[in-house]
């Protein structure tokens, strides 16, 4: 996978926009083909890019090439670019997710200027994102992130106190509860990596007992699609695949 991202000037503008527009075809019909092959409706599936480090152009580029669905980690440079696309396309060309770790600190923030969080794990988050949306916008769509290989260090509701956290947070007025993200810890082998997707399914048919609306799981990235879809992952999010590899993070 090449590294497009020290795109300068116009003309590698327009490289950068060929090759995303193409990367973007390659992943969609990956994705078509892989829901056949699993026997989904490949309408059923959303395909989220995830964009979190990536230039204004890359986005642009993604969007002239259709791509609606935009996932960003990090809150002041997801916002910065949702205001830059908002002010040249206006409001319906995207839909932004935020799929990051969250400080209650920036959930003001959050609520305000994305359609869906995909990352909610604990109640004083989710109070905060209700608390501050909009009232002349629709109630925000969350998703619960499960940590569903019970990892320590990472993020995510544990399966055991999934329960009473969706309640709670069905039961706020700014939010609309939709579904559950998981990130499992990596896994090369295919079996593997559907055991978690499968566990993720089975805890979403349990709330659905207790819930209506629910209707969303947020699973499978570029490294792990065909497993995440083999089990009902009706959004996948996708980075590297469309947008090439990020530069590492800064320590
Ligand atoms: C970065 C990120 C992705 C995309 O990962 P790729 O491997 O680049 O496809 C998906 N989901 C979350 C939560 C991420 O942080």
């Not at 989904?40 to 989220?48: F, K, S």
């Not at 082998?189 to 947020?218: E, P, V």
Request: aromatic share 4%.
């Amino acid at each position: 996978m090449s590294d497009y991202t020290n795109s300068t000037g116009s003309a590698n503008n327009a490289d950068l926009a060929a090759q995303i527009g193409k990367s973007l075809q390659k992943v969609r019909e990956q994705i078509n083909s892989l829901a056949t092959k699993h026997k989904r409706a490949p309408g059923d599936i959303t395909l989220l890019a995830v964009s979190k480090t990536k230039p204004i152009e890359a986005i642009r580029a993604a969007i002239a090439a259709g791509q609606h669905a935009f996932g960003e980690n990090y809150p002041d440079e997801a916002i910065e670019k949702i205001r830059t696309v908002h002010t040249e396309m206006g409001m319906d060309k995207s839909e932004w997710h935020f799929i990051g770790a969250i400080q209650s600190r920036k959930a003001r923030a959050l609520a305000q200027n994305f359609s869906w969080v995909h990352s909610v794990d604990r109640l004083k988050v989710a109070k905060k994102l209700s608390e501050h949306r909009p009232p002349d916008l629709p109630p925000l769509n969350i998703c619960l992130q499960v940590n569903i290989d019970n990892e320590p260090t990472k993020s995510g509701v544990l399966e055991d106190e999934l329960t009473s956290l969706a309640a709670e947070c069905a039961a706020l007025p700014g939010l609309q509860l939709r579904g559950l993200m998981a990130i499992p810890a990596p896994q090369e082998n295919f079996d593997a990596q559907r055991a978690a997707f499968a566990r993720l399914r089975t805890c979403l048919n349990d709330l659905k007992a207790t819930h209506t609306g629910l209707d969303t799981l947020s699973m499978g990235m570029s490294g792990d699609l065909e497993a995440a879809i083999a089990e009902g992952a009706t959004i996948v999010r996708v980075g590297t695949a469309i947008f090439g590899a990020r530069a590492p993070k800064q320590p």
